[in-house]
């Protein structure tokens, strides 16, 4: 029952600089376990024709490309929620009538995205 479709492959460099200015603008947050990703953008450049990344520093930019093509997919101009959703998101009330003490959905957020700092060994 999914659908998959083509992704756009003309206008790479545009495509490339869209990724930029979403991650620069905090758009994309990602997640810290996304350590092949992470490396890739530290590590990754382009080779001296511009045509493909180069392989140095044993990068391939695959995990580059994906979010790429991700920026590119997402329609930034449609709400994902149904106009019928729940808002109350399971019971968890939006609407908070004294705002210095966080709502049942503030925490439930807050269980859901809290990272533990994890301590890499980089061997690159």
């Not at 545009?14 to 810290?32: S, T, Y």
């Not at 930019?61 to 329609?75: E, F, P, S, W």
Request: glycine fraction near 4%.
């Amino acid at each position: 029952g999914l659908v998959f479709l083509k992704s756009a492959k003309d206008d790479a460099s545009a495509a490339l600089n869209n990724m930029r200015v979403l991650l620069k603008n905090e758009k994309i947050i990602i997640n810290p376990k996304c350590v092949t990703l992470i490396h890739e953008l530290e590590n990754t450049i382009w080779n001296k024709a511009r045509s493909t990344y180069s392989r140095a520093g044993g990068t391939h930019g695959d995990t580059i490309d994906a979010l790429k093509y991700l920026c590119r997919a997402v329609n930034t101009n449609k709400n994902p929620y149904p106009s019928d959703y729940d808002i109350n998101f399971g019971g968890a009330d939006v609407f908070n009538p004294e705002p210095n003490k966080p709502t049942e959905l503030d925490q439930k957020l807050q269980q859901v995205f809290t990272f533990k700092p994890r301590r890499f060994n980089r061997r690159y």
